[in-house]
């Protein structure tokens, strides 16, 4: 091999490399900047009726952020479940409430799982010393890097119904933000200028503040679920933060403000 073709093949393989990059970022600005068509903006505010809410600047991104994330993600339907674009729409557009004025994005996630119900999955639980294997009606389950997974009944009634703190991809997706730092832990990428040390403040005290209600036998704000552990407290809290802000602001106000700074998100204005 001559000198001259020993150095130009690796010369190439960087030029197409960075061609392909290229590519990929001039495609993603354009996903971004593309609005929805009329009739899927229609499907979209019919079928989540909270993005009507937002202010009119997020309602442009949240349209370009659901198209980027329609273009990357793949849907499946299981149990003979025809995953039709309404009920991708529906999904794709609660999901991307969350990462709508972040720069934050799903980067893992190529393939949603959807069920047309609550679906049965293998899971442990413990008893002390004993652990008991078991089947469990599960509405969605989030692993990290991807997949996650739905029950269609309970994300379209998610997405419906804006105001009654239970939304199944709000809470899945937010499994997905939080898996983005390497760990699910309640502990996500904060945003710059955003300290751990008052992040983990406000989270630990809304936390044993829930627990301490829930041994008491008070009825609490965020779902009963979050006090399972930091984790799941970490993805109710977010679906309260949208779903019932004012209330979440009122009774967690350190709480409200780091969620408000972490997305960049004030939804008790809207």
């Known amino acids: 091999m001559s000198p001259w073709l020993a150095l130009s093949i690796p010369l190439l393989i960087v030029a197409a490399l960075l061609y392909r990059r290229q590519s990929r970022l001039r495609k993603r600005r354009e996903l971004l900047a593309t609005p929805l ?47 039709r674009e309404e009920m991708q729409l529906s999904i794709a557009a609660q999901a991307c409430l969350l990462v709508v004025n972040s720069p934050v994005w799903y ?11 609550a679906f049965l999955t293998n899971r442990d639980t413990q008893d002390g010393h004993f652990v008991h294997e078991g089947r469990h009606a599960t509405l969605g389950e989030s692993w990290a890097r991807g997949p996650v997974v739905l029950s269609w009944d309970d ?16 809470h899945e997706f937010a ?30 005290d809304a936390y044993n503040d829930h627990v301490a209600r829930l041994e008491r036998g ?18 109710e809290a977010i679906v309260t933060f949208f779903e019932k802000p004012t209330g979440l602001k009122r009774e967690e106000p350190a709480l409200y403000a780091q969620l ?11």
């Open 155 to 170: 994300a379209l009634q998610g997405g419906l119904d804006a105001t009654d703190g239970h939304n199944v991809v709000i």
């Open 218 to 235: 008070e009825r609490t704000l965020i779902d009963p679920y979050g006090g399972t552990n930091h984790q799941e407290f970490f993805a």
């Open 37 to 83: 068509t009329p009739q899927q903006r229609a499907v979209v505010e019919r079928l989540v009726p909270l993005v009507k809410r937002l202010p009119r600047e997020l309602q442009a991104k949240l349209e370009g952020k659901i198209n980027l994330f329609l273009d990357q993600v793949t849907f499946r339907g299981l149990n003979d479940l025809e995953v």
């Open 175 to 204: 499994h997905q933000l939080d898996a983005l730092s390497g760990h699910t832990n309640g502990i996500p990428i904060l945003r710059r200028g955003q300290t751990y040390a008052r992040w983990e403040k406000a989270m630990l």
């Open 107 to 117: 980067d893992t996630i190529r393939n949603v799982l959807v069920y047309p119900s």
């Open 260 to 270: 408000v700074e972490l997305f960049a998100l004030d939804p008790a204005e809207w």
